[in-house]
């Protein structure tokens, strides 16, 4: 593969001598391009052969081959060069154009390149939005896709955390433990049981034996009283017999 010589693009360099500055015309500017340092100018043209030859650059009309004249002036900032083939005294085409600004030399890119820089900023700037984008998304099996943006992070940061409450468990688990501990208990009911705090632990069956008389006591209690309020009832009578026993004496 043959080597890229440099000439073939020189719209990313400027070449500039400080000396030829301060003296920097119109008559003169066609010099100052013709230096030998200056990577913008081919010393095969026919500016160079007139050059050489002591001519006026009048004879270039008559002459066959590349040249370049001073295509606009504005002096002393301003000055711009064309190259061009010419074919003859009225024919010729344009080849490149070249812009010298406070004695800086650039070369004015042609439309095919400004197209090509323009679409190749826009795919780049395209092309590293949508890797950032990319890298904001996250997914999980369970949730799917979102987005993580690291201005929330930010925020996050400068926001005061609310303290939560700790809960020791969670409804669920506490509404879980109870039916456990209750299905527990009902399979395998305690052998002993503190009656009060701090006393020490009495068996089941003693509490049931000790528990027992009360509701008998209680229940012959109320047999008592059913009686006697049954004897004063039929010691007194229905209202209507009362009634008929004073109207026969």
């Known amino acids: 593969?043959?080597?890229?010589?440099?000439?073939?693009?020189?719209?990313?360099?400027?070449?500039?001598?400080?000396?030829?500055?301060?003296?920097?015309?119109?008559?003169?500017v066609l010099d100052y391009f013709s230096e030998r340092s200056n990577p913008f100018y081919d010393r095969t043209c026919n500016n160079e052969v007139v050059k050489m030859q002591r001519l006026t650059l009048e004879h270039l009309n008559q002459m066959v081959g590349i040249e370049y004249i001073l295509l606009h002036a504005q002096e002393p900032i301003l000055f711009i060069i064309r190259?061009?083939?010419?074919?003859s005294p009225a024919q010729v085409i344009p080849l490149a154009d070249y812009y010298i600004i406070a004695g800086v030399i650039y070369q004015a890119p042609d439309l095919g390149s400004v197209i090509n820089s323009r679409v190749l900023t826009a795919v780049h700037g395209i092309q590293s939005a949508f890797d950032e984008a990319m890298s904001y998304c996250r997914y999980h099996p369970s949730k799917g896709y979102w987005w993580h943006f690291k201005d929330h992070e930010e925020q996050d940061k400068v926001r005061p955390k609310a303290k939560r409450k700790e809960e020791p468990s969670s409804i669920f688990q506490r509404q879980r433990v109870d039916a456990l501990l209750l299905d527990l208990r009902q399979k395998f009911p305690p052998k002993f049981v503190q009656l009060k705090p701090g006393e020490k632990p009495v068996?089941?069956?003693?509490?049931?034996?000790?528990?027992?008389?009360?509701?008998?006591?209680?229940k012959s209690e109320e047999k008592e009283t059913?009686?006697?309020?049954?004897?004063?009832?039929?010691?007194?009578?229905?209202?209507?017999?009362r009634m008929r026993l004073q109207k026969a004496v």
């Open 1 to 28: 593969m043959a080597g890229v010589d440099i000439r073939d693009n020189l719209l990313g360099i400027s070449w500039v001598d400080s000396s030829w500055i301060p003296i920097l015309n119109s008559g003169s």
């Open 83 to 87: 190259k061009q083939q010419r074919q």
């Open 203 to 218: 068996p089941v069956d003693q509490t049931k034996k000790e528990a027992e008389p009360v509701p008998e006591t209680v």
């Open 226 to 241: 059913t009686k006697n309020v049954q004897q004063t009832v039929s010691a007194k009578g229905p209202p209507e017999k």
